[in-house]
């Protein structure tokens, strides 16, 4: 059975940073089997040992999640003959199985997550659950002064495809003209923000997904790298899959 030291098993499955996990466990709240434990250490097997922070079990998962903040230049998807993918972000040893939830295009950044739990990747892009996507996006050209109140009625695109209400928000007017704007979106269509942008006459410069339901992008997460989700995370995740 593959054991890991304590310190590292507790920050992989959201107990906390690795200081705040080696303050806990110096501090005599973490046990093994019972026991107080001190040493950081230690080494102990997620599926044998009885692991609990001040008297809470720690769950074993054996599936893993994962934030990524996706930057551009790499495509949402598992394996790709030609173009890099979001997985080449991951060392090989951790690849297996691995999906992205949902996809962003090649040239936005921002939030993905990334899991092997099929359920809950298939529950979390489904219609039925309407998990709202909030966007920060530079426009370019000019928006209607009415561009707010039209995604709220619902932005009919180019094509003809009707959009269901979502909201806009002009954060600010940049020197050059551009308008940083927030989305909310309440579906998933294909470049979605991009066209609905579009059909009002402006261009997005750079897109970026901030949240998706409840998960909203660690500030902390440089672009091109990932962290595992903490068990409040996916608890949350799972809440909303169950509504
Ligand atoms: N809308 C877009 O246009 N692109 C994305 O990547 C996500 C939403």
Do not use: W
């Not at 959009?163 to 940049?174: K, R, S």
């Not at 009002?200 to 440089?222: C, F, I, Q, T, W």
Request: glycine content about 8%; hydrophobic content about 40%; aromatic content about 4%.
């Amino acid at each position: 059975m593959a054991q890991e030291r304590l310190d590292k098993m507790l920050a992989s499955r959201g107990a906390g940073s690795r200081k705040k996990v080696g303050q806990l466990i110096r501090a005599g709240r973490v046990t093994v089997n019972g026991q107080p434990c001190r040493d950081s250490a230690r080494k102990v097997s997620p599926e044998q040992d009885a692991v609990c922070v001040m008297g809470v079990p720690l769950r074993t998962r054996k599936e893993r999640y994962f934030m990524l903040n996706k930057p551009a230049g790499v495509i949402s998807a598992t394996e790709d003959v030609e173009q890099k993918t979001v997985l080449e972000l991951f060392p090989e040893s951790e690849r297996a199985g691995l999906a992205p939830v949902g996809r962003l295009d090649k040239d936005t950044l921002g939030l993905l997550l990334v899991t092997d739990d099929g359920a809950l990747n298939h529950a979390l892009t489904s219609p039925r659950h309407h998990v709202d996507k909030r966007y920060r996006a530079l426009v370019s050209g000019t928006l209607a002064d009415d561009a707010a109140e039209q995604f709220q009625r619902g932005i009919e695109l180019r094509d003809g495809t009707k959009c269901l209400p979502a909201d806009l928000t002009v954060l600010e007017q940049q020197a050059d003209g551009c308008l940083v704007v927030e989305v909310v979106l309440h579906e998933g269509k294909y470049h979605q923000v991009k066209r609905m942008i579009a059909a009002l006459g402006g261009h997005v410069e750079r897109l970026e997904r901030l949240s998706m339901g409840p998960l909203v992008l660690d500030p902390a997460l440089e672009q091109g790298t990932y962290r595992e989700l903490t068990e409040a995370e996916i608890e949350t995740l799972f809440v909303v899959c169950k509504g």
